[in-house]
């Protein structure tokens, strides 16, 4: 008796555990179960290929390329997909740039930059006896720009073949049903506690009451429906399901309560911008970047421009030549950032002379290949007439020839680190990226002034870089990376490596990578860096700054001589590669 008792209860239990598992079994996609998964580093593809900062959103990416979609649906349903489990940087709340080469031939720039809502003023963060408050420009609702991701979906929508409601029906069932965090992002999630608590106005469902006891942990599902709410009225309702009705009525009513400016006039008047995309040629190859309002393409140029007929191919790879001569057209690059570069709606921005051949080349008279030219001597150029860190980029080719690359980001790791109370996602600090204060650094350093000020209805300056190459007009490579102001400067050392140095893609990605800014005046490093070519540099006068554990996610795609995609992702993080 009392056997039979014990096996009914053990009977029991079994049924329960294989009804919990068979439920947390439940596919949110044919293919992809969001509770087991891991990250592929390299595929090599036939018909398409996506890299992204998580396996999931690679993941919806494929299986929308294998159900008809195009590599802009792919893009949309790897973008939102991204909103759901890789909340850092994948956003409703942010904003982005998409840099495409259509198979048609077109090419196509689309920004959705966040934009200074109308009560922003130029002075907004200078208390009355000048401090600049970066506090306020950095976290919590007042640095918040007016989002512009759902506006960039729609807008790049009209190029995508399959509906919208399918794009966006995998973000819906990893939001609802939930998706198993790792390790690292368990790590993440518990050390943005003491944040989350202090810049929110009601309690999101990414805190938890005792993380140093209890936290999360690898393993833990994490269920969002409030935002799963919205990504349904998102599908119901298109772009008014965002700027407009419930969701708008949330956003503007966190705002109130957390002293925010954002109103539902700047929420209904948010409109994506396509613009021409800022394309230049290297050595045969044509790059094709974002222009204004990101500094990204045109600071790119700038770069290969500068080295461009100096034959840097055969100094090698971190030669102490090869490294010293990138530094210095860094350095004279940013320069002009900072005084030039701005949103180019409401700032004259001089991108065909900063762009100018004679004008790149009388920049560089003052390089020294033995010594470093101190920042100090570095002002911007004499015209002829007067980034821890969260981004993230996604690379996405199909079997067609449609390329797309897009960053997208919050700014920093979690935005503002204010949820929308009820709506379930992060918004942006994007307002950091203005010059809040002339000659005050951003939190990448970046400094700036008149191009780069604040005014209502303006974008702040970027410098995110989704970039194509085109080899004989058709994609070769595909890239991007996140980093703050060390994304022009990594796609430059990404694009030489392979153009220059002949890398492999792995390689080119993965070797550790440098960064100069102009201001501050020192070469930053990645772990692994070589400490020869540092020393050789020290002694020309270079100054180091504090080694940095990873510098940026740098997700590609090159198009190798069979026509076969291979597709590499980062190893700095979770990154993955998807392909088919
Ligand atoms: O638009 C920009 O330049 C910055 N908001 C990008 C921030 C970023 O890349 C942070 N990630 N590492």
């Known amino acids: ?20 598992t068979s439920q947390k079994n439940q596919q949110a996609l044919p293919g992809i179960n969001p509770y087991r998964y891991s990250s592929t580093k390299k595929v090599i593809a036939e018909n398409g290929a996506v890299v992204s900062a998580h396996p999931l959103a690679s993941k919806v990416g494929i299986e929308i390329l294998k159900q008809g979609g195009n590599a802009i649906d792919a893009a949309i349903a790897t973008q939102l997909a991204l909103a759901v489990v890789y909340p850092n940087a994948g956003n409703l709340g942010g904003g982005g740039f998409m840099v495409a080469r259509l ?67 995998p973000a819906i069932e990893l939001a609802e049903k939930g998706f198993s965090i790792s390790e690292r992002e368990a790590r993440s999630l518990n050390s943005l506690q003491d944040d989350l608590k202090k810049l929110n106005t009601v309690m999101p469902v990414f805190v938890k009451e005792n993380p140093i006891a209890i936290g999360w942990k690898a393993g833990d599902t994490l269920v969002q429906t409030d935002l799963a709410n919205t990504l349904k009225r998102i599908k119901e309702k298109g772009q008014a399901g965002f700027y407009e009705g419930e969701t708008a009525k949330l956003i503007v009513e966190e705002m109130k309560r957390g002293q925010g400016i954002i109103r539902h006039e700047d929420l209904k008047n948010y409109q994506a911008k396509f613009r021409d995309p800022h ?177 209502p209805g303006k974008r702040m300056l970027s410098s995110m870089t989704p970039t194509i190459v085109l080899k004989d007009d058709k994609p070769f490579i595909v890239v991007g990376t996140p980093g703050g102001t060390t994304i022009p400067t990594q796609i430059f050392q990404t694009l030489v490596n392979i153009l ?61 001589p069979d026509g076969k995609f291979e597709a590499v992702a980062d190893n700095r993080g979770e990154d993955a590669a998807e392909g088919y």
């Open 1 to 20: 008796m009392i056997r039979r008792s014990v096996f009914l209860v053990l009977l029991a239990c079994l049924s329960f555990f294989s009804c919990k």
């Open 103 to 169: 198979s048609n031939g077109q090419l196509i720039a689309l920004d959705y930059r966040e934009k200074a809502p109308a009560a922003a003023h130029r002075d907004m963060y200078i208390d009355p006896d000048g401090t600049a408050r970066t506090d306020k420009s950095q976290d919590g609702h007042l640095s918040s720009g007016v989002p512009g991701t759902i506006a960039g979906l729609f807008a790049s929508h009209k190029y995508g073949k399959l509906p919208f409601e399918k794009l966006i029906q």
């Open 500 to 560: 220059e140095f002949n890398m492999s893609t792995g390689d080119a990605v993965y070797k550790p990578k440098f960064h100069h800014q102009w201001l501050p005046d020192e070469v930053v490093i990645e772990k692994g860096f070589s400490i020869t070519v540092k020393e050789a540099m020290q002694k020309m006068g270079y100054t180091f700054s504090k080694e940095r554990s990873g510098i940026g996610r740098t997700e590609i795609i090159k198009v190798l």
């Open 279 to 455: 394309s230049f040629s290297y050595k045969g190859y044509q790059i094709v970047g974002m222009p204004m309002p990101s500094s990204g393409g045109l600071l790119l140029n700038q770069m290969m421009t500068m080295i461009e007929d100096r034959n840097i191919g055969s100094m090698g790879f971190h030669s102490v030549q090869a490294v010293q001569l990138m530094t210095e057209v860094e350095r004279r690059a940013f320069a002009d950032r900072a005084e030039y570069m701005g949103d180019a709606d409401f700032y004259k921005v001089p991108v065909a002379m900063l762009a100018g051949k004679a004008y790149l080349q009388e920049r560089m008279k003052n390089y020294d290949p033995a010594k470093a030219t101190p920042s100090t001597e570095i002002k911007p150029g004499v015209l002829s007439a007067a980034e821890s860190t969260e981004t993230t980029h996604l690379s996405v080719i199909d079997k067609d020839g449609n390329a797309v690359a897009v960053t997208t980001t919050l700014n920093n790791s979690y935005g503002s680190r204010t949820v929308v109370g009820g709506a379930g996602f992060f918004l942006n600090d994007e307002m950091d990226d203005f010059s809040i204060k002339p000659g005050v650094p951003n939190m990448y350093g970046a400094v700036g002034g008149e191009a780069n000020a604040i005014q």
